[in-house]
């Protein structure tokens, strides 16, 4: 008898005695775990170093990281407010043309002799009203969000070049104030790196620190389980589309200020960089989830790349080819490291 209990208990031993191939693949969830985690903090390191030692005396000079935080700005605002669209489990396809029509418009009301703050208070807030459009095709009609945005910027474009029959609208020199917007600096460092500091922390704090917020991530992570602890999840979900809204019409105010007139196309190609930081950023400390400091580190991330090939003096449809890897490879981290966290 005592021989046969041994035996049992050296059976079980054997039989709970994790093999070579579960040990595989334990190390490797937790390989692919680190890089969906760290991915693109580890993809910046590495970028910094390849530029580095390629164009250093160029690349890693205060100036020119300066100037890569000030190209970055633009893009960070627009990603930013899709990333709370991208949080609540949503997407929003019409930030790029919300933007332009934003840049036509600020434009158009200062010629027309509106005052410049209320002007800007009045293009940002008809973004905001595009944001809240979108909300309730999608949460009120519910209509497909990529399906409903995608509609929003082609009327948003044909609105546009009614607006401005398709003819740039440059602002006139007695309007120096508003190109100070953009070009001006303060202590050195220009004025839209400031606004970008400013939208990341407000949005920081909104998402990680308020009821709402909270309530944002709960919806983007189970709808239903939010539906039935209570959270109001229409009203949840429009609040993000209003403020995606919102941060393209200022990036399209901000990008016309640069450039000193409104360009009917100046901000359609802010979709595409925007999710590509977005989904840059779900490997960035949190596995698979969109946030606010992850899509920040994402932009610049691309704006690295950017500049690095300028200065390398590559052709300029090469970034295009590093933008679109960059969502490829981007997408795919974020979805294993989401299935990985889920099991």
């Known amino acids: 008898m005592r021989l046969s209990r041994v035996g049992e208990l050296i059976g079980r031993r054997e039989t709970s005695a994790p093999g070579e191939g579960e ?50 700005a633009f893009s960070a605002i627009c990603a930013l407010g899709l990333t709370m669209v991208l949080a609540g489990g949503e997407f929003d396809l019409s930030i790029g043309f919300n933007a332009s029509l934003a840049g036509v418009l600020i434009v158009g009301f200062l010629l027309a002799g509106i005052p410049m703050p209320i002007a800007i208070l009045a293009v940002v807030l008809i973004g905001a009203l595009i944001g809240l459009f979108n909300g309730v095709l999608v949460t009120q009609l519910r209509v497909n969000a990529l399906i409903a945005t995608l509609g929003t910027g082609s009327l948003l474009v044909g609105i546009n070049y009614a607006y401005s029959s398709g003819i740039p609208q440059a602002v006139q020199s007695k309007y120096p104030e508003f190109l100070d917007i953009s070009i001006g600096r303060l202590a050195g460092i220009p004025h839209p790196v400031f606004y970008m500091a400013a939208v990341l922390f407000l949005l920081w704090i909104f998402l990680g620190h308020t009821v709402t917020g909270q309530h944002v991530q709960a919806v983007g992570g189970n709808v239903e389980a939010a539906r039935l602890s209570g959270i109001r999840v229409e009203l949840t979900k429009t609040i993000t589309f209003i403020i995606a809204g919102a941060c393209a019409a200022l990036t399209g105010i901000l990008l016309a200020s640069s ?29 698979g989830e969109f946030n606010v400091v992850g899509t920040f580190i994402g932009v610049v991330t691309v704006a690295v790349g950017f500049n690095g090939l300028a200065l390398l003096g590559v052709p300029s449809f090469a970034q295009y080819l590093f933008q679109g890897l960059i969502l490829i490879i981007a997408v795919a981290l974020s979805t294993v490291a989401r299935r990985l966290s889920q099991s």
Do not use: K, W
């Open 23 to 72: 040990v595989r693949r334990t190390r490797g969830h937790r390989s692919i775990a680190f890089v969906g985690r760290y991915g693109t903090i580890l993809g910046l390191i590495l970028l910094c170093a390849v530029f580095g030692l390629t164009v250093g005396e160029y690349f890693l000079t205060v100036g020119n990281l300066v100037n890569v935080l000030n190209q970055s």
């Open 259 to 287: 450039i000193g007139s409104g360009q009917p196309q100046a901000g359609d190609t802010f979709t595409l960089s925007s999710f590509a930081a977005a989904f840059l950023g779900t490997a960035v400390l949190r596995e």
